[in-house]
Structures are given as C-alpha cells and as structure tokens.
C-alpha cells in the first residue's frame, strides 16, 4: 500500500473498491485477500465469463429490467474487455479477488454506472456455476474429439498389423497367442466407454444454473429460459440452492477422466514392459524416447511412464472434488472455490495424454518377428488341444488334464507341443489323430477362435468395422461447443 495513505475507509480507487465496501470499516487485509484470491487460476474462466454476461444483460434488457441502451454499452464494453484479455492487454488485479470482479470492474471502468447494472439479478455463486458449466462443455467436447482421433489411431494401427500375432498373457504369464491387432482394439473398446461416459456428462453439465442469484431466486422479472437459449444450454436448473452448491457436474467429470487415465495408464504400462529388452515387442522413435545423463546406452520409454504417473494426479483431482465437498452445508460455501485447480488440472492432463499419445503411437515400430517368437513358446496352444479332444468327445476336465500331462512330457523331452509325434501323443488319449497338427500352431489357434468377439482375423476385422463406423459418428462429441 501507498505509504503515507490516511487510513480512512475505501480509499482505493474507484474501480478497486470491493463491491461489499458499503458494509465495511476496515480494508482487507493483504494476507487476507492474496489467501482468497482466485484470479490467479480462474482468470482462465474470462472467455466464458464474458459469454455469460453478454447473455445475461440481453435477458436483462429484454424484459426491461435495464434499458436496451445501457445493455449495448455493456455488451461492447465487454467485448472491448474480451480482446484486451486475447491480447494480453487486461491488467488482472488479485485485490479484485476473482474472474467475475475483475472483469466487472473493469467493464464500470469502461462504461461508467451503466456497467454496475450488469450484476442485476445474479451473483457470483450463480455466475462460477454458470462458467464452470460452460468452460467444462467445451474442453469435455475436446476431450471427446481427442479419444475419437485416438480410437482411430488404434483402429489403423490394428488394420495396419491385422496379421501379426503375439502372445496374449493372464496373470502377465504366457496365455494364448492373439493377434496384436486384437490386444489394440481392447484399448479402442475401453476408450468406447470413456467416450460415452463423457458424452452422457454433458447431459447434466449442460443446465443453466444462473438466475438462482444467490441461493434463493430473485423477485425481478428474469427469464431465465431465454439466457438457456441464448447460451444453448438444454434446460434450467430447477432449485436455485441445488443450482448454487452442486459440483456434481465437476465431480462426474473428474471421475470420468480418472477412468480414462487408468485405461492410458494400463497401455503406458504395456507400453514400457513391451519396450524392456526382455519383451523387445516395440521400438520407441528416439524423438519420443529420452537418454539418461550418465548412462550413455540408455533410451527410456519416458512418455510412457509419465502418462502412467499423471494418473496419480487425476486421481487425486477426483479425491479432491469429492473431499471439498463431503460435509457442506447448503447452499454455496467458499470451499468451493478449491474446485478449480484440480479440475483445471484433470483437463489438462487428460488433454495432453491423449495429445501425445495420437503423435507417438503411429511411429511405434512392433516387432512382429519377436511376438510370434514369443507367442510360439511356452505352450500356448494347450488350451487348442484340450478343445481339440473335446471336439473327438472327450469331457472337458478330462481334457484339460490330459492336455495338462502332454505339456508335463513336453517339459521333460524340451519339445514343443507341435514337435512330437503322432505315436507319442497317442500314448495320452487314443482320441488323438493326425488332424491334431493344424491346432497346433499359432497361426491355426488364431484362425480357429472365430467365437464372437475372439481373436480370428475374422472376428477382428468386425471389430475394426464396427469400431471406424461409431468414429465422428454424428452424437460421438457432444452437440454443441
Ligand atoms: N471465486 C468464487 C468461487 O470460485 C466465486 C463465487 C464467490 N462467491 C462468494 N460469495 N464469495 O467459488
């Protein structure tokens, strides 16, 4: 503060007042008001703060609760205040503690008393509500776009690699062999249901929740469903202290992106292990890979491993939305204003995930020789061959074990199961001719799992086909921006 300022009541300048000056005796304290300031982080909310006030003076100029003159003044004001922001031209003051307060002093700055009409008929707690719900139906429509251009990443790379087989692991021990196109379209399925998961939270982000004011509603003349319409929003809430004191819309998002990380963070899992020079399954581009500063030989799959840890933040986003608001009272409480930053933070970690997972995952180069390699060993055709005598008749448990002693004699001898002999494999059930061969290899395991949703090529290709259909299908992003 200036020094030698007399200590007399508001002697800021007008456009630094606080609004609720009128009832006070005492300035704020600095350490108060850089505790409670949000601007810092919420200024990210102008673009859609200023959408909600342009629509909120045309309802208040339409059902003559201010005059249509002093409604174009403040609607130019504020898009005059909209390119100073673009340009990095506004000065943000954290003693005007938050988004709505700097931009509505700026806009009576601007315009004079007509701007100090804008805040007629709503308050700030509608106005935070208003802007979340707005800045969250963007970035989620982002996110749907994004999760649709990595389906189709998975899609073209399955299409690309339709022939290669590998091992396919339960307990990450060796299983069946399966195609890797296959192994990728799981992940397309599980990015399915995220993407639906996104789209149905739009349904209930997508309520206006301005007009409540404050908690309880206004005795002027609003029209609340005009500002609906105005801001596309599919209806209005219908309690004004719900309206005022939900964050389930944040919370459902925060849980959405959570599951959505788990499931990046499972291929950034694989994607790692798959990259060991144990599994040796994938080459990682070196523009994508990182060297170590002491270890010359090094190159680590880093992008990988920092989508498996950015979970633990997105994670922790959800605990914290959810923790915030275990236990408020209703209606709004400035605890709430804690749910930006870890909703800010879940947007942007899901956002760049998903970037650079589009980027990379084209340029990742399988090594097919390897996964064949792999899938041939370790008996992996066992399960065939017990279905092949279930084929002949015999009762599956029967065949399970006695499958279960022919792999037992393969350890013993160092064979593979499709290396004994006819004679040999007699020795374990007479049922056992020479049409066994076929089911022995990967190539005839792959081929005979036609079963819906299996790994035939068949059965693959119906995924791709039905997984490019659902792609950019109109509904796949939400209706509106
Ligand atoms: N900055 C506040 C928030 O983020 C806006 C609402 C403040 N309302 C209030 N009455 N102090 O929640």
Redesign the pocket.
């Known amino acids: 503060m200036l020094t030698g300022m007399k200590k007399t009541r508001n002697k800021k300048p007008a456009s630094e007042k606080k609004p609720w000056a009128g009832r006070f005796r005492e300035k704020t304290a600095e350490a108060v008001e850089s505790f409670t300031e949000?601007v810092s982080f919420?200024r990210r909310l102008w673009r859609y703060d200023i959408a909600g006030s342009i629509a909120h003076a045309g309802m208040l100029a339409k059902t003559g609760i201010i005059t249509p003159k002093d409604a174009e003044k403040i609607i130019t004001g504020l898009m005059e205040i909209a390119g100073e922001i673009s340009q990095g031209k506004f000065k943000f003051s954290k003693g005007l503690?938050?988004i709505?307060m700097n931009i509505e002093a700026a806009l009576i700055k601007k315009i004079g008393p007509a701007g100090g009409k804008l805040h007629t008929a709503r308050?700030?707690?509608d106005q935070?509500a208003l802007d979340l719900r707005l800045y969250l139906r963007s970035e989620v429509n982002g996110i749907i776009t994004l999760i649709n251009d990595f389906q189709k990443t998975l899609a073209d790379a399955a299409e690309k690699n339709i022939n290669a087989i590998m091992p396919g692991y339960t307990h990450l021990q060796k299983a069946q062999p399966v195609l890797l196109s296959h192994h990728l379209l799981a992940y397309a399925e599980m990015l399915q249901r995220d993407r639906q998961r996104f789209h149905d939270c739009l349904r209930r982000i997508n309520i206006l929740p301005l007009g409540s004011c404050a908690m309880a509603g206004t005795s002027l003349p609003t029209d609340r469903r005009f500002v609906a319409k105005l801001l596309k929003f599919d209806g209005v809430s219908a309690n004004s202290i719900d309206a005022v004191s939900d964050r389930d819309f944040a919370i459902e998002f925060a849980s959405n992106a959570a599951i959505l990380m788990m499931h990046l963070s499972r291929l950034g899992e694989e994607l790692v292990l798959w990259s060991t020079d144990e599994f040796c399954f994938i080459d990682i581009p070196d523009a994508f890979t990182t060297g170590s500063s002491i270890m010359p030989q090094k190159k680590n799959p880093d992008v990988a491993e920092l989508i498996r840890g950015k979970t633990g933040g997105v994670y922790g986003s959800l605990m914290a939305l959810l923790t915030i608001m275990k236990g408020l009272p209703l209606s709004?409480n400035?605890d709430?204003?804690e749910d930006?930053q870890p909703l800010f933070g879940s947007v942007d970690t899901v956002k760049s995930c998903l970037t650079v997972l589009c980027e990379m995952f084209p340029k990742i180069n399988f090594n097919k020789d390897k996964m064949l390699e792999g899938a041939s060993k370790s008996y992996t055709v066992a399960t065939d061959v017990a279905e092949y005598l279930v084929g002949k008749g015999m009762p599956f448990r029967e065949a399970h074990e006695t499958t279960g002693r022919l792999v037992l004699y393969c350890i013993k001898k160092g064979k593979r199961l499709d290396e004994l002999e006819l004679k040999e494999m007699k020795g374990f059930s007479n049922l056992i001719g020479k049409d066994i061969y076929p089911h022995l290899s990967v190539e005839g395991s792959v081929r005979s799992r036609a079963s819906e949703g299996g790994t035939s090529q068949k059965e693959v290709r119906k995924q791709i086909k039905r997984l490019r259909k659902g792609l950019g299908a109109p509904g796949a992003a939400g209706p509106r921006n």
């Open positions: 949000s919420d503690e938050d709505h308050s700030r707690n935070i709004y400035r709430m204003q930006k």
